[in-house]
């Protein structure tokens, strides 16, 4: 089996988008006698999604002769990456045999998902594997694509989503999509298919704002589901439509970690204790700090996260915690967290046993006294606080869902879950 890999570094101007490019290309192989037996939609590393939206990378295997597929392949970005717009950089790889997968390209891909690479790198590993590469300006794409022919090896966790895309002549103009009719798919689909809609925000989440041929992308743990899903939906003409297998909702970025050793660019699993009163500063971003073993991060919940803003300001000092995100300027951007114990009562000043009123200070460290029925108390006393929150996971909404990160309804967590919907 053949194995294309494909990356473009998407277009922002011009509204191209990497699976498309791979739905055109296994087009072409269907074109040539070809059988397309998988298409993978691999998220990289999502600390460098301000280079490209997504950062997604394609993989298709098939049946054709390395040589044909690398031909066809190279023929279809010459016609269609936006080659004139600077911020492309696209790359193929083409693999002549799942064989020649290695433990290193597979290592490579789960790098690429959690780390960064060099170009050079990328290139002497393809090269060195066998594998055919072709790079336009300056192909940084082949870093993409050799991740992209690794990712079969590398993961065991895969989940769907079914694009289907426009006629081409209407990409830039507002999209016609019936919104009552996608919410009651989601609805029926749902928890099999996620992220189709965010219920509080009213939001069609798998309908994109940025430009580019996507109508709407389905995502769900079965193919049969999402391609139902998508049927359901009154809309413009579906002009083609393709279904990937994806990393998508796994958290395949997250790795574990300790407060004390985090790297920008990086996404964590990591222990803590609150170690401030959440606060929201000017944006609505809120933010405190997580403490473990003397060291302490910053973590903040930004305003795109909503209402997840509410439980990380419904924490307080002293409540336990994992978090997860990516670390960036020294900051974890929360994606979700669990709350491992919560600070259940708080020091309060004794109220009289005779009379119910507010014990007075007796003087520095001579405890407090009812000046009325002279009782006495050595000290604060714990009081029960109320609060808002449970142990278990929280997440951000799906309207800020990242799309590797792993939705709560998904399943296979560690502690009770709260999921959003
Ligand atoms: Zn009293």
């Not at 991740?147 to 079969?152: D, E, F, I, L």
């Not at 393709?242 to 990086?266: I, K, Y």
């Not at 209402?307 to 336990?320: I, K, P, Q, S, T």
Request: charged share 30%; aromatic share 6%; glycine share 10%.
């Amino acid at each position: 089996m053949t194995v294309i890999g494909l990356d473009d570094t998407d277009s922002r101007t011009l509204g191209m988008c990497t699976t498309y490019l791979a739905t055109l290309v296994a087009e072409a192989v269907e074109a040539r006698g070809g059988t397309v037996e998988r298409r993978l939609l691999v998220r990289l590393n999502p600390a460098v999604e301000h280079k490209t939206r997504g950062n997604a990378a394609l993989a298709i295997h098939t049946d054709l002769p390395a040589g044909a597929a690398f031909d066809l392949a190279r023929e279809e970005l010459d016609r269609w990456a936006v080659l004139d717009d600077d911020r492309t950089s696209p790359g193929i790889v083409v693999a002549p045999g799942s064989d020649t997968v290695s433990t290193a390209v597979a290592e490579f891909a789960r790098d690429a998902v959690r780390g960064f690479h060099d170009l050079d790198a990328a290139v002497d590993l393809a090269e060195r594997s066998g594998f055919l590469t072709e790079g336009w300006h300056g192909g940084r794409g082949r870093i993409g694509a050799l991740a992209a022919v690794g990712a079969w090896a590398a993961f065991d966790e895969w989940t769907h989503e079914h694009i289907s895309y426009r006629e081409f002549h209407r990409c830039g103009t507002p999209r016609e999509v019936d919104f009552d009719s996608v919410f009651d798919a989601a609805d029926a689909a749902y928890p099999d298919a996620w992220d189709t809609v965010d219920r509080e925000e009213g939001e069609a989440v798998c309908v994109p704002n940025a430009p580019g041929p996507i109508l709407h992308g389905i995502r769900g743990d079965d193919a049969d589901t999402v391609r139902e899903v998508a049927a359901a939906i009154d809309s413009e003409p579906v002009d083609r439509s393709a279904t990937f297998l994806t990393n998508q909702g796994t958290d395949a970025h997250l790795r574990s970690g300790v407060v004390s050793d985090l790297r920008d660019g990086r996404a964590y699993r990591v222990a803590g204790t609150v170690a401030s009163e959440p606060e929201t500063r000017p944006g609505g971003h809120v933010f405190f700090d997580l403490e473990a073993d003397g060291s302490a991060v910053s973590v903040a919940a930004f305003e795109p996260t909503k209402r997840f803003r509410n439980r990380v300001r419904a924490l307080r000092v002293g409540d336990a915690l994992t978090a997860c995100g990516e670390v960036g300027d020294g900051t974890l951007k929360l994606e979700k967290f669990a709350v491992r114990d919560l600070v259940r009562t708080e020091p309060a000043t004794p109220t009289c046993p005779d009379c119910g009123r507010t014990m007075k200070s007796a003087g520095r460290n001579q405890g407090y006294r009812c000046r009325d029925c002279g009782t006495d108390a050595p000290g604060k006393v714990d009081r029960a606080v109320d609060r808002d929150l449970e142990p278990g996971w929280y997440e951000v909404p799906p309207c800020a869902r990242r799309h590797i990160a792993k939705p709560l309804v998904r399943g296979g967590f560690d502690a009770a879950t709260h999921p959003e919907r």
